[in-house]
């Protein structure tokens, strides 16, 4: 299975983008799906998640600012990021919610500048 995110790059505080991931190889629809983030320093965290069924769930810093989707036709994860803080600058990955995650792949900067 590969993992293709894009959609990241360089935005001032306030903006927006969205963030995609192609999923290959896989059988999309039966996995439940999340965004994660790593920032310099720092772990790795899952900052978004949704079901098979399409139920979302987020950490507290991006509640209301983030969402994400799928696109079980497409093979692809999205999420729509708004009112970008510097905080979120990071690298973002797409990968399995739960379970044995798959190969990481090489994620998209986001950068959030003040």
């Known amino acids: 299975v590969q993992l293709q995110a894009s959609g990241g790059g360089l935005v001032q505080a306030g903006g927006s983008l969205r963030l995609s991931c192609v999923i290959s190889?896989?059988?999309?629809?039966?996995?439940?799906m999340g965004w994660y983030r790593q920032a310099p320093g720092k772990q790795r965290e899952l900052v978004a998640g949704?079901?098979?069924?399409?139920?979302?769930d987020y950490i507290d810093a991006v509640k209301g600012r983030f969402t994400i989707s799928r696109d079980n036709a497409k093979d692809t994860l999205y999420l729509q990021m708004n009112s970008l803080k510097p905080e979120d600058t990071a690298v973002y990955y797409c990968n399995k919610r739960i379970g044995r995650r798959y190969s990481w792949g090489q994620g998209t900067q986001v950068t959030v500048s003040s």
């Open positions: 949704i079901s098979v069924e399409g139920t979302t």
């Open positions: 190889g896989g059988i999309f629809e039966n996995d439940a």
